[in-house]
C-alpha cells in the first residue's frame, strides 16, 4: 500500500505563488511517474504537471511557464511551484504516482485546496 499526503495548499491573492508538496510513503518501487492534477467545482479532474521517472517533465499549456514540478527521490517527494496564480487556478490539487514497468499501479492523495482569490 502507498500513501500520498498533499500539503501547502491556502487561499492566495492573484500573482501570488504557492508550493505544493506530495509525500509518498509505503511500498514503492518501481516509479514511473509521480504528477500533479486539479479539479475545479463543477468541472472534471484535469493534467497540471508529471516528472517521469528519468528527469522529464510535462505541463499542462494552462500552466507552463507559470508552475514548476520537482522531485527529491529520497525522500519520495514532489512538488510544484506555483507562480503568477490566476483565479482560474482554483481547485484541489492532487498528486499521482504511477509504478511498474508499464506504469500500471496507481495511487492517489486525497487533495489539496488551493483558492486564488483577491
Known amino acids: 500500500q502507498v500513501q500520498l499526503v498533499e500539503s501547502g495548499g491556502g487561499l492566495v491573492q492573484p500573482g501570488g505563488s504557492l508550493r505544493l508538496s506530495c509525500a509518498a510513503s509505503?511500498?514503492?518501487?518501481?516509479?514511473?511517474?509521480m504528477g500533479w492534477y486539479r479539479q475545479a467545482p463543477g468541472k472534471q479532474r484535469e493534467f497540471v504537471a508529471v516528472?517521469?521517472?528519468?528527469?522529464?517533465?510535462n505541463y499542462a499549456d494552462s500552466v507552463n511557464g507559470r508552475f514548476t514540478i520537482s522531485r527529491d527521490n529520497a525522500p519520495n517527494t514532489m512538488y510544484l511551484q506555483m507562480n503568477s496564480l490566476k483565479p482560474e487556478d482554483t481547485a484541489v490539487y492532487y498528486c499521482?504516482?504511477?509504478?511498474?514497468?508499464?506504469?500500471?499501479?496507481?495511487?492517489w492523495g486525497q487533495g489539496t485546496q488551493v483558492t486564488v482569490s483577491s
Open positions: 499521482q504516482i504511477r509504478m511498474g514497468v508499464t506504469a500500471q499501479i496507481e495511487y
Open positions: 509505503g511500498y514503492i518501487f518501481s516509479v514511473y511517474s
Open positions: 516528472i517521469i521517472s528519468g528527469g522529464s517533465t
